[in-house]
């Protein structure tokens, strides 16, 4: 079996990037990658593809190699580059799955579990009342989501964006508003707060410690992302479980972070982070050090089924990702989109491959760039 063609789109309203690649002997392999400017294109690039185009799709792992070679001048390990790589890291497995007649998690070791829960993130309340926050929470607990996140962001009027401060008013605004939220829910729902990176240690380290008898399942990037050092130093000083870790690449990305132990739970996201047998390499790197793994997803159905199969396989997961409850486009785009997430969690199915069904019509109504993924 041999490739003979990478094809991408780019949809709308929801910029995701799905990707296939396609065989002499008529298998089709799906991926999606992690939106962002360009990443469609670079999937199609012949810089990209020449390391492709003739070989056999089931050498994954040095195919994967190939295209950070042949990509290094670009960035390989990081950026847009590896949200391409990645995106089509994950129609490779779905290729060899299919040819094999076997699912992704059992290529990646087996099972640790048959369904992978998921946490949903509900944004916010629809005002910034702690009354409303608690309200939506108990609205998607009764769903059957057994852990929800937050984002918890301070106002640009009310903020220096340059400084990553916080007053004290909004501090007392923001604990009120967890207190609520954790209160209102039952006390084995988890809550996780999501700061996105916007505070300097000395403001989010009042926010953590006054969330420590809150029982959170963690604050998640609570100071911006690139200083290792500086995440360590605030993990350290709170009893608030620490989650970061959507902005790295590669298991590379994650080796200094994980062996100070800077973080107490990691998020990699594995639609730009390397892909699937990546995402198992970061999970066992994280294992060593008895670390938990929450994956960043904000992907499609096709993004987020495949990460499941690497929750499935890993020993040390904790909850995925998911951000579009009651999306009729992220439910569409796949046959199997109206059960693939029942009472909180992906059930794992044995279907080889990816194992889903691209529902072509869908996917050519949403269309905002199609560049050779429905049509040759």
């Not at 779905?94 to 087996?110: M, N």
Request: aromatic content about 8%; glycine content about 8%; hydrophobic content about 40%.
């Amino acid at each position: 079996m041999k490739i003979t063609h990478i094809g991408a789109v780019v949809l709308q309203p929801f910029p995701w990037v799905l990707v296939r690649v396609f065989t002499d002997e008529g298998l089709v392999g799906l991926g999606e990658a992690y939106h962002g400017a360009g990443v469609h294109q670079i999937a199609v690039d012949e810089r990209l593809t020449r390391a492709l185009i003739g070989q056999d799709p089931r050498n994954v792992d040095r195919l994967f190699h190939d295209m950070q070679r042949v990509m290094s001048a670009s960035g390989f390990f990081q950026g847009a580059v590896m949200s391409a790589i990645s995106g089509i890291e994950m129609a490779l497995w779905d290729l060899t799955g299919q040819s094999l007649g076997t699912p992704i998690w059992q290529l990646l070791g087996g099972q640790f579990r048959n369904r992978v829960r998921v946490y949903n993130d509900c944004h916010a309340g629809e005002d910034e009342t702690p009354a409303a926050y608690a309200r939506r929470a108990c609205e998607v607990e009764a769903r059957g989501f057994s852990a929800i996140k937050f984002d918890i962001d301070p106002l640009p009027t009310r903020r220096d964006a340059y400084n990553r401060g916080i007053r004290n008013s909004d501090i007392a605004h923001y604990v009120d508003v967890v207190t609520a939220v954790r209160e209102a829910l039952n006390p084995d729902t988890d809550l996780a707060i999501d700061a996105h990176w916007r505070y300097a240690p000395v403001d989010v380290l009042k926010i953590a410690r006054a969330f420590e008898d809150l029982d959170l399942l963690w604050l998640e990037d609570p100071i911006p992302p690139e200083n290792n050092e500086a995440m360590r130093h605030l993990t350290a000083q709170t009893r608030t479980p620490i989650c970061t870790g959507e902005n790295l690449y590669t298991r590379y990305g994650f080796r200094e972070l994980v062996e100070n132990q800077g973080a107490d739970i990691l998020s990699p996201d594995l639609a730009k982070a390397g892909g699937l047998l990546e995402g198992r390499r970061i999970a066992d790197l994280a294992n060593l050090y008895y670390i938990p793994i929450a994956p960043h997803n904000i992907c499609g159905p096709v993004g987020t089924y495949a990460a499941a199969q690497v929750c499935a396989a890993i020993p040390n997961f904790l909850a995925l990702e998911f951000h579009h409850l009651d999306n009729e486009i992220w439910t569409g785009l796949v046959e199997e989109g109206d059960t693939l997430i029942h009472a909180g969690h992906i059930p794992i199915g044995d279907r080889p491959g990816l194992g889903l069904t691209l529902i072509e019509d869908s996917v050519r109504a949403c269309a905002r760039e199609d560049l050779g993924f429905l049509q040759i």
